[in-house]
């Protein structure tokens, strides 16, 4: 008995380290250069919530996990949709937020509507239109029976523990703690002690980036850039994809074959996008209308599609969009969103500006497999 004993042992020690060799390997070195330090994480913990982020077995029917919306190769987010894919195929309302750096969001989801990662951790999994389970409960019986999520529980929280939904939110959360991925071009050269890390264009965006009032909203400090003020503004978003929903679509139904839809001929083809209010929903309040929070442009080159509804393709199309002033027939724009002319250069400047923010840990977590 002992002998069973002891290879029962040595082989949760095996399949721990495993786990933890994973972990580690979320976690390079240099990542959080020019983001404010996060409280240490306990990598067991971390192995958890990694292990469960990747199982498709905690949704209601096994088809959905929390990386099928949150995809590590794609920014930990999608990319080839505007709008998340939920159960049984149901689009959702809004663009999956990456999660790399949301260690520094204060108030998770695009509405802000979890005061806490741990708490925005819990909620999709019964939510009916994301993973669909009747209750937390069914969840926290998946997973206690399933026994590596089990040996896993108990190397984190101590021999004989069963997993609790604080746990299992407190798993998940430090978890994507763990996504740290800054250390970029644009902060080696401002705060990592390297003139030559920034090109004279990247340098010359990024002087525009401040003249243009950008920082207003995505912050630089002196010792750290969070790239976000964790705000909730109004950019006119909803009332410019109204507008355009509107208006006929040429597209390309089979290669060689275009075709003009007008609105309601789109409708028999796909579902329109549902309302959305964003922080007015959390709030009531009218000033909170259509208001999201202010997105990180950290890694943002990796994080395409771009706005709360995925309607801009492009970091082109962000520029051109704050160029036209946003959308003015919204009368609850943010004020300081104001038309302008791009100088000779300034455009392709503000890009390359944009593409210094890339951090190599991003790729290195992209690269990661489940």
């Keep these: 008995m002992r002998w069973v004993g002891l290879r029962a042992a040595v082989w949760l020690g095996l399949c721990v380290g495993l786990v933890l ?38 949704s209601v029917n096994g088809t959905l996990s929390c990386a099928m919306c949150h995809v590590p190769a794609q920014g930990f987010t999608v990319n080839e949709i505007r709008t998340s894919v939920g159960m049984e195929g149901a689009s959702l309302r809004r663009n999956a937020p990456s999660l790399l750096n949301v260690g520094h969001v204060r108030t998770p989801f695009l509405d ?18 994301e993973m669909a389970n009747p209750s937390i409960g069914s969840v926290l019986r998946r997973i206690d029976a399933t026994p590596s999520h089990r040996r896993l529980v108990e190397h984190a929280w101590g021999r004989g523990q069963r997993i609790t939904a604080a ?8 978890y994507q703690r763990s996504l740290v991925a800054a250390g970029s071009p644009f902060d080696r050269w401002r705060y990592g002690d390297e003139p030559g890390a920034l090109s004279a264009v990247e340098q010359r965006g990024f002087a525009a980036f401040v003249a243009r009032g950008c920082t207003g909203c995505h912050l630089v400090g002196q010792r750290d850039a969070l ?9 006119g978003i909803a009332t410019a994809t109204r507008a355009r929903a509107a208006q006929p679509v040429t597209a390309e139904l089979v290669p060689g074959l275009a ?21 007015f929903e959390v709030t009531g309040h009218e000033a909170d209308r259509r208001a999201f929070r202010t997105p990180t442009l950290r890694n943002a ?25 946003g959308s ?43």
Excluded: C, K, W
Aim: aromatic share 6%.
């Design 227 to 235: 790239f976000s003020d964790g705000a909730f503004h109004n950019i």
């Design 21 to 58: 060799s994973a972990v580690a390997a979320t976690l390079p070195t240099g990542a959080g250069l020019g983001l404010p330090t996060l409280p240490a994480l306990d990598e067991r913990r971390v192995a958890l919530g990694r292990a469960l982020f990747f199982d498709r077995s905690l």
């Design 259 to 279: 075709a003009t839809l007008t609105p309601a001929e789109l409708l028999r083809i796909g579902a329109p996008d549902a309302p959305d209010e964003g922080r």
């Design 301 to 325: 080159e990796l994080t395409a599609p771009y706005m709360h509804n995925g309607s801009l393709a492009t970091l082109e199309q962000v520029l051109d969009y704050y160029a036209r002033g």
């Design 112 to 129: 802000g509507r979890a005061d806490s990662l741990e708490e925005q951790a819990l909620q999709p999994f019964t939510n009916p239109h």
């Design 328 to 370: 003015p027939q919204d009368r609850l724009q943010d004020g300081r969103i104001r038309a302008f002319a791009f100088e000779a250069g300034e455009r392709a400047a503000l890009l390359a500006f944009l593409r210094s923010l890339t951090s190599p840990a991003a790729r290195q977590l992209a690269d990661t497999p489940p």
């Design 167 to 174: 746990r299992l939110g407190q798993a998940l959360a430090d």
